[in-house]
């Protein structure tokens, strides 16, 4: 049925091998200070901003080590990992209070020292991806340890789930824009996706249990219980919160100055829902839980998403909309496009309906035409729905590798996996 995809998998490995790796690989190593730099403007030249995130710096950790892993690379982006561990472990880690700060310098000087869940998790998920492909022990010890202390200071015992913003000493941050009384959709996700690696890596049965945890919370209390779609934020007790914006911001958010999105308590977002959905199916895997149990869930995720989703007139995925279905927000963000590629592949390979694969293609073609900075290889973060940039900066802390090495690493698998079908 799908007769025409190799040309597909082809462009997206030039891309990959030739454009994306080079562009990181060539231009991220500070040899000064260690770790990556990750500010980078439209024509690739480092912008100057002296600051060193957790997100940023273990988001190019995972790319590294995934790609390694991956096969790609020649051996080379295992000692690029190995040079941002170093980093990580000696400017970055809290030896008083444990757990990693939020933001150093570049020459790793302490700029923010709150311990923020959403890059713990990412430490746990590009830590054992490391151990994973290089065999360093480094990784897995400290993602364990990083797994430890969310289980002391984090967890909600009584309403389960984690809370997620906390300060140096582990003490739970105040409400409202500090981020105290709030349980998101994004660090539940991105727990699921860091314990999935963890089992993966260490195949403890105590990693096991709280990922199969984590996986009904996001099942039976974070996504829509009609539509199956992401709330993105709620009080302790899991009911619905507005959606507001955090005083440590999680990207580089698109919020009205008031802090709160005026559709604050009915919006979902295409690309997360996507995202949930390989993520899920990915952790099944790893548990050795049979997929087949969720067909009827999988289907529902990815027929919102492209019948909202995706913009059949102009091509690409637009950012979010209400949960009955629609479109807010028609722009289109780099990284949701990044997430529904996966995802639209792994609803041909478990559902094999053309219409995914014909949803596959728009993305696609939007990405290779619109969406990649053909001049330096990297993708524009924000686009118009026409496709015209309104953010060109290839790298900031909230843009950077992650999420487009790994969507072509894992097209490309997914590709070549229904080549031989």
């Not at 049925?1 to 190799?6: G, P, Q, R, V």
């Not at 200070?33 to 500010?39: C, E, Q, S, W």
């Not at 002391?152 to 140096?168: A, L, N, P, Q, T």
Request: proline share 2%; aromatic share 14%.
């Amino acid at each position: 049925m799908y007769n025409d995809l190799t040309p597909f998998k082809l462009e997206a490995k030039n891309h990959l091998v030739n454009e994306l790796l080079p562009f990181w690989t060539s231009r991220m190593i500070d040899t000064a200070n260690g770790g990556y730099l990750t500010h980078f403007d439209e024509q690739g030249n480092d912008s100057g901003e002296d600051e060193k995130s957790l997100i940023a710096q273990t988001r190019c950790l995972f790319t590294l080590s995934s790609a390694h892993r991956a096969g790609y690379g020649n051996g080379q982006l295992a000692d690029m990992a190995r040079h941002g561990v170093d980093f990580l472990i000696e400017k970055m880690w809290d030896d008083r209070f444990g757990g990693f700060y939020w933001m150093v310098d570049r020459k790793g000087n302490l700029k923010i020292d709150k311990k923020i869940i959403y890059g713990q998790s990412f430490a746990i998920y590009s830590l054992s991806e490391y151990t994973l492909a290089t065999g360093d022990c480094r990784g897995i010890e400290y993602a364990e340890k990083i797994f430890d202390l969310l289980q002391k200071y984090c967890v909600d015992s009584m309403y389960g789930g984690y809370w997620e913003m906390f300060h140096r000493n582990w003490a739970l941050c105040g409400p409202g824009s500090e981020g105290g009384d709030r349980k998101t959709l994004d660090v539940h996700m991105h727990l699921m996706e860091a314990f999935t690696v963890l089992y993966e890596c260490t195949g403890y049965d105590v990693h096991r249990r709280k990922l199969i945890e984590i996986i009904d919370i996001l099942l039976n209390r974070i996504i829509h219980p009609r539509y199956k779609t992401g709330i993105p934020q709620f009080y302790k007790d899991w009911s619905v919160a507005p959606q507001i914006k955090f005083d440590i911001i999680w990207g580089w958010d698109r919020f009205s100055e008031e802090g709160q999105k005026g559709n604050a308590t009915d919006n979902t977002c295409y690309g997360h829902n996507a995202e949930f959905a390989w993520l899920l199916k990915h952790a099944l895997e790893v548990l050795k839980m049979d997929t087949a149990d969720y067909l009827a869930l999988f289907r529902i995720i990815y027929d919102h998403t492209i019948d909202n989703g995706i913009d059949f007139e102009f091509g690409g995925v637009f950012v979010e909309g209400p949960h009955s279905g629609g479109v807010y927000d028609r722009e289109k963000e780099f990284w949701q496009q990044a997430e529904v590629l996966i995802g639209l592949l792994d609803a041909v390979i478990m559902l094999d309906d053309e219409k995914y694969w014909e949803a596959y293609k728009n993305v696609h073609r939007f990405v290779f035409d619109k969406v990649v900075n053909k001049e330096v290889g990297e993708w524009y973060p924000l686009l118009s729905r026409r496709g015209v940039p309104i953010w060109t900066h290839m790298g900031h802390s909230w843009k950077i590798n992650y999420h487009t090495v790994r969507s072509m690493i894992q097209s490309i698998q997914r590709l070549e996996r229904l080549e031989k079908q």
